[in-house]
């Protein structure tokens, strides 16, 4: 990771590839990288789909080493969907491998002269730029094939399907799993469009005769990794529950908890959300022969996806997460595994993200366009976006967008960015991350369903206001530094418990780079990512106004704890006085 | 005008009624009392679809008196088009009728319980609320039909279209001219869709029996307006200009200066402006039985508006405005009169803006769904708008969302509202004015085309920055003035030029109400409505930046001048400062 890797598409000259030393950037990684690059090379008031905007992909600061759990991909630019900085990241195996090819970063950068599709293909030779048309179109998991049967099997593929090369504001980045499988996405703020914007298909990584990234002091890494990996598999979070029955475990929890937004975040529980629980699904998954219980990359131990078979035994989608099974299930009022399955699979290979299509769903079911449990409405719907209808750029370009042109005015967004699993009303820390995030509605920038919900890392009562600002803002100060890292943010449950795994995580990083970091210096790398963005952010014309959650949550009542969202205005602008 | 008419529209209650007094709005007309009611009773992040948002319809402070002139009617609310405040005015009967029908007023409030869609019927003798959904997605001359038949042919109409009940964001507000024919429309920023989310389809005006409203100094009133109308009659534009051949003067004009934007702003003159000139059209109009000069409202001494027959020699629509011939005509490339005039009767019909439209048109074809110069495509584009389509539904709500769902970079707004007929790089001091308008990019807040190019006002050179801040600052303040008082704006060729006339003008208004204003007055008064608006807007979450153009502005030089926008961002922050 000793060098930064620039494609410049054009418009004047033909694209071409420069390596670039790091820099400023040096020591940067992961959220840290993207929104660094981002905040300083690109203008804040330029069009997200022009020349002057960039994409970043960037492993984090362990990614690419034995250390567990280190297998995320930061993917950031100016959001088409937001309007703002943005960083999405995603599991499978692209972060590992494109830090033993020895980068830092790749920056997608300028606009093609035309409209040529490319692909890079890059291993330890170097990078190649390569143009060809005939990948147009192509959904993530063809697109894949054909790789294969050029580069082999050995390879990852970063990639965006037909609704990125649309430049829709609900496209995703896919990144390759260990079966070559583009099931991973680094899905929110329409990355994918900013990716088929530049012209870029794909992005093909072959580390065949590369090693593992070395440590400056093995043994101290070896032994803090170690001490990591026993504190994962002792905490109930990471050492049962998403080994077991994956993130939709969250399904009964949350309904239980009166917190699960149900037909387009008009109630709290959904009738049906047994039959789509994790439970349920795991079970299914077993009887078919797929696995319930499957770790997305290299070096995971929590191993909380799965692969899902349909009914007659055949693969058809990787394991769908809470989120997803939220979005198109309890939020569209579908309460059928196998139709979740189907939406999974198609949102994958079109590479758009699974929230903001289930919310969109959502919102068409309210625009009155299906009716809300419409399980083969949806599918079709979904099918209208790969296709490129008129309709499916519509949805393609997510929920407030389809909200306007439909004239709905409830409308679960936040800075246009769809709102997770979580109905901020019974959930009110997740409400204050939400409104305040710098990335849109994003359940994953400040997780308060810890302590709210799940009693991780403290206790606040979720349906006051009480106690939610400090919540958020320390989680959305460590999740910046864990999206840093590279870690997969599912460590924070054992981080957020248990001190010593807290420790040992640093001292990785300290035994790796050589380092004598304390805990406060990673909580002030989380503000320094955080202030950086909320600069930028600012600059894109965002003022406190844009923190705040639609009105609707204010006024309506949240049926069965008959709750509005009570953090008060003046409370969420001081999220960011610290 | 004593007293404010307040619609209950629901959802609580069946529909009513209220006669409210004025309390703090006396004294207020027009765009100063629309914009006051908004700024006072609208929660400013409201959704503008939502029942917390109103419908203000106003007339002026001279309307419905013998005063010349004093036709406008102001709509007001918060856009859902812009997301900030919003005034948009209409010439024809309304305003003048309303008044004599003694209200200040009209304010549509809530939201209807159900869809049922419900039109008034206001008289001397009181108001009615009629539910009649047999009314649904009539075009605004059919439901004007209807209404004739119904009252006869002492009405004026006050009307949305399909779009309006659709809740497009292109949606306008329709008035009925002397010939009861919905001609003049209140367009820009969609108040014809918040019209619609009430559920009010018509408000039917007849006030028979009823008379003039009189001046507290019947004598001192005449000699003012007389005075008034010499001047304007004087004035070469007013006087000569605008009477032979309408707005529609300003093609050559602005042809020539090479700020005429065609091909969706990607040059400044158009081969084909000659054919869609003012002196052709009336030339045109005149040779097929139409008119080539013709008032608006009774009281109109400049009469720019005129008649347009098809080549049977019958009536196919109103003279096409300036405006609309451009955004129809050079904006898209087609040099056809007969189809702009189809696509002007459609844009009326279906009730949507014709600057948005044609700029919509043109972002469409940027997207590459027709090519530039198709005019039989552009005509099916307007059409899809008033069936509903998905692709209607798209363009109906205006360019911003038109290139967001098709991934355009290139898309001419400001506050998601489209440019109109003047390149802001070759004109611009009217460059000024569509960044920092409070209602978007709109030419009629600050029309700095007066001294940027036809010698009006003074002359500030248009390729070049020096003068434009000042020059669009008082010009949006005399603006807001000019639009409280119901007075065409076109009477500012006169009053720029003519200090005699601007005193008539104040002269009139202190006959009528019996006061003392100087010159001053009026122009605290323009501030405090420019006030009011900007604080509307920064409640809502604009800030500075959204005071800006799209960067293409000063990144593309604008043939034949080869000139970019060179106003500073820092000059633009002080337009407010005074």
């Known amino acids: 990771m000793e060098k930064i890797l620039r494609i410049m598409m054009g418009p004047e000259d033909k694209p071409q590839a420069i390596d670039a030393p790091l820099g400023d950037y040096a020591g940067s990684g992961g959220r840290a990288m993207t929104s660094a690059i981002v905040a300083k090379e690109v203008p804040p008031l330029c069009h997200p789909l022009g020349a002057e905007n960039k994409l970043v992909i960037a492993p984090g600061l362990l990614s690419g080493t034995t250390g567990a759990m280190s297998g995320r991909l930061s993917v950031g630019c100016k959001s088409p969907l937001t309007g703002g900085i943005k960083e999405a990241n995603a599991g499978g195996q692209g972060a590992q491998v494109l830090a033993r090819l020895g980068y830092a970063a790749i920056v997608l950068e300028g606009k093609p002269a035309d409209d040529t599709l490319y692909f890079l293909y890059i291993n330890k030779d170097g990078v190649k730029i390569i143009p060809d048309n005939g990948l147009r179109y192509l959904g993530n998991y063809d697109l894949v094939d054909r790789m294969k049967e050029r580069y082999g099997d050995k390879i990852t593929v970063i990639s965006i399907g037909p609704a990125g090369e649309r ?191 289930g919310a969109t769903i959502g919102v068409a079911m309210e625009a009155g366009l299906l009716k809300f449990g419409d399980g083969p409405g949806a599918i079709n719907l979904v099918k209208e976006v790969g296709q490129g209808t008129h309709l499916g750029r519509i949805l393609g370009n997510g929920a407030a967008v389809t909200g306007k042109v439909f004239g709905v005015e409830h409308v679960p967004v936040v800075k246009g960015q769809a709102m997770p699993a979580y109905d901020p009303r019974a959930v009110q820390g997740i409400g204050v991350t939400y409104a305040t995030s710098t990335m849109g509605a994003d359940h994953t920038a400040g997780y308060a369903v810890t302590a709210n919900i799940l009693g991780v890392g403290g206790q606040v009562d979720p349906l006051k206001p009480e106690g939610q600002i400090e919540l958020s803002r320390n989680l959305q100060i460590a999740t910046a530094a864990v999206d840093a890292t590279g870690m997969c943010l599912f460590i924070a449950f054992a981080v957020l418990d248990q001190p010593e795994t807290f420790q040992a995580l640093i001292d990785m990083i300290n035994a790796f780079y050589g380092l004598n970091l304390t805990a406060n210096d990673v909580v002030e790398l989380g503000k320094s990512i955080l202030k950086a963005e909320r600069d930028f952010n600012q600059k894109a014309g965002f003022s406190a106004k844009q923190d705040r959650l639609p009105r609707f949550f204010q006024t309506e009542k949240l049926a069965p704890h008959q709750v509005v969202f009570e953090v008060k205005d003046e409370d969420l602008d001081t999220v960011f006085n610290w």
């Open 167 to 357: 430049k829709m504001s609900a496209a995703s980045v896919a990144v390759t799993d260990m079966e070559l499988r583009p099931t991973r996405h680094a899905g929110r703020g329409g990355v994918g469009a900013v990716m088929g914007s530049k012209g870029v298909k794909a992005i093909v990584l072959d580390d065949t005769g590369l090693r593992m990234r070395p440590p400056k002091d093995p043994e101290k890494f070896k032994e803090a990794n170690q001490t990591f990996v026993a504190g994962l598999k002792k905490h109930p979070v990471t050492g049962e529950g998403l080994p077991a029955y994956g993130t939709n475990v969250l399904t009964n929890v949350l309904n239980e908890a009166g917190g699960y937004p149900t037909y387009n975040f008009k109630q709290g529980r959904f009738d049906g959300a047994a039959k789509i629980s994790g439970e349920a699904q795991a079970g299914l998954e077993t009887k078919r022969g797929g696995l319930a219980t499957h770790g997305c990359h290299r070096g995971c131990v929590i191993r909380c996806s799965g692969v899902y078979h349909d009914k007659d035994g055949h693969y058809l989608t990787k394991q769908p997460e809470y989120e997803t099974v939220w979005a198109h299930g309890g939020n569209c009022g579908i309460d059928d595994l196998d139709t979740i399955a189907q939406l999974d699979f198609l949102d994958d290979n079109y590479g758009v993200d699974t929230i903001e299509m």
